[in-house]
């Protein structure tokens, strides 16, 4: 069982900057990283993910909703157990409850259904 609780949320204004926190349980390298989102009658949408590329590459990639490409990074550091999600030019609409969430496999990056734990949520509210 994995434990991931996020930190890191609040209230900004529009256009500032957010840095949300996800502290796991596990310090393994073999986990892969997610950050989905759902607003109010709204479907969870899937914002950023990390994995770790094997082979030749042999190292982290990450990818991106359209949504929060060029605004949103994710990132974490080899054998931490501690994954970022930092958020600038935050907008109205990028208001939500934010949850952190592991894959124990590889599958489709920003896919709910290939995660294995979440974490509880922490809220962001983006005011006009």
């Known amino acids: 069982q994995v434990l991931l609780v996020e930190s890191g949320g609040g209230s900004v204004q529009a256009g500032g900057s957010l840095e949300l926190s996800c502290t796991t349980s596990?310090?393994?390298?073999?986990?892969?990283f997610a950050w989905f989102r759902q607003a109010p009658g709204t479907e969870r949408e899937g914002v950023a993910a990390?994995?770790?590329?094997?082979?030749?590459?042999?190292?982290?990639?990450?990818t991106y909703a359209d949504s929060v490409k060029a605004r949103f990074t994710i990132s974490r550091e080899k054998g931490e157990n501690t994954v970022y999600l930092q958020m600038n030019s935050l907008k109205p609409e990028d208001t939500a409850m934010y949850y952190c969430?592991?894959?124990?496999?590889?599958?489709?990056?920003?896919?709910?259904?290939?995660?294995?734990?979440w974490g509880p949520g922490i809220q962001v509210t983006v005011s006009s």
């Open positions: 990390i994995y770790w590329r094997g082979g030749l590459r042999r190292r982290y990639e990450s």
């Open positions: 596990d310090k393994t390298d073999s986990l892969n």
């Open positions: 969430a592991a894959a124990l496999r590889g599958g489709a990056p920003l896919d709910d259904s290939q995660y294995d734990y």
